[in-house]
């Protein structure tokens, strides 16, 4: 374990690098609050420093505590890149949200604050904030690019895919060679990470990834090489391929995705399938009572693309049992003609990009 005195400029306690041109991997903790015994809060830090010059990329996991595909991500990250070799720099915040992970649950125990909405933080705020103002302050600001891991929250799942805002072109850049079949656009929601960074000129994307509670080693295995074609596409890695994605669909993400909500307790049967692909007025799912009687279907209000869908098979109104997003005919047509070439294998019901049944 490294002292934060001796990460190099610009980070922790601002310490000199004593040896520029060597390139060293350092290991740290970051206190970002403390405890009921004043204990310190501290999240682990890998920083890979280069040898060589070049952009400073941040990657982030667990600013949900139960969302742990990234968490395996960074872990493997963090050992992946030889030093020598780096043009630049890779910090990877491992588990943005202690509390909560330690909790396993979404969000900060203490009054259930989400600290995805909390950025870029505040001193003198809520513990959300002060949490997300250290984050912030101590290495999301001094860096040049950045990718956020989630997953879905507990008793669902998402489609592998990414989110960005790609009316900016700059982060366009960055969602493209990251790699993923389907983007999801728009600037976020305030007090995202993302869009906290990417209005202050750090292009950041989040990647949604299968669901809470797990490793899908599928799914991590996916979000590595994505991780790999930024790098090579920066020059961190130069020369290395830059892995553009053979089809690639991008989607709104403001306004035109919704939950779909059960208006009936019961349980649960998916009937959309195998692709997640539905037209207007297409059945979705079924939600029957349990003598078998009364059987009520959920059908698309709009033709879309289903990137989330409740796992857990019981049921109360109002709850979320399907994400839907709507495409366009066009869009529609892209995707049909990808089907047949096998494009969308991954992401049929139970697919590998989904999970790893
Ligand atoms: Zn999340």
């Known amino acids: 374990m490294d002292s934060l005195e001796n990460l190099p400029e610009p980070f922790g306690a601002g310490g000199v690098d004593a040896d520029p041109g060597a390139g060293r991997t350092y290991h740290v903790r970051f206190s970002v609050g403390e405890d009921y015994f004043g204990t310190a809060v501290e999240v682990p ?4 420093d280069g040898a060589r010059d070049g952009p400073t990329v941040f990657l982030t996991a667990a600013i949900h505590g139960d ?17 020598e070799e780096l043009h630049g720099t890779i910090v990877c915040l491992h588990v943005c949200n202690p509390p ?15 600290l995805n909405r909390a950025f870029r933080g505040g001193e003198r705020s809520t513990t959300a904030q002060r949490m997300a103002g250290r984050i912030y302050d101590g290495f999301v600001r001094h860096c040049d690019l950045g990718i956020d891991f989630h997953t879905s929250t507990r008793n669902r799942t998402t489609m592998f895919h990414v989110r960005a ?56 295995e996916e979000a590595i090489e994505g991780v ?3 790098l090579a596409e920066y020059e961190l890695l130069p020369g290395r391929p830059v892995r553009w994605p053979g089809w690639y669909e991008a989607t709104s993400g403001d306004g035109e995705k919704r939950w779909l909500r059960a208006d009936t307790g ?15 007025g297409e059945a979705i799912c079924a939600i029957t009572d349990h003598f078998g009687l009364e059987k009520r279907v959920v059908t698309a209000p709009f033709s879309g693309l289903i990137v989330g869908y409740l796992e857990n098979p019981v049921a109360l109104p109002g709850h979320p049992v399907c994400h839907l997003v709507r495409i366009d005919r066009e869009t529609r047509g ?10 969308f294998d991954g992401y049929r019901i139970h697919g590998e990009l989904w999970s790893d049944e």
Request: charged fraction near 25%; charge should be negative.
């Open 266 to 280: 019961g349980l649960v049967e998916m009937v959309w399938g195998p692709y997640p692909l539905v037209a207007e």
């Open 100 to 114: 909560a992970y330690q909790a396993q649950q979404r969000y900060i125990p203490i009054y259930d604050q989400d």
């Open 45 to 48: 830090v890998t920083v890979v």
């Open 334 to 343: 892209e995707i049909e003609r990808e089907i047949p070439r096998g494009e």
């Open 228 to 230: 790999d074609s930024v």
């Open 67 to 83: 969302e742990l595909n990234g968490v395996k991500v960074l872990q493997e990250v963090a050992t992946r890149y030889r030093p």
């Open 165 to 220: 805002d790609l009316e900016d072109p700059v982060v366009e850049r960055l969602a493209r060679a990251f790699g993923s079949n389907v983007v999801l656009f728009g600037s976020g929601s305030r007090g995202t990470l993302r869009r906290a960074a990417t209005e202050d000129g750090i292009p950041t994307i989040t990647v949604e990834m299968g669901r809470a509670h797990r490793f899908q080693p599928r799914l991590i």
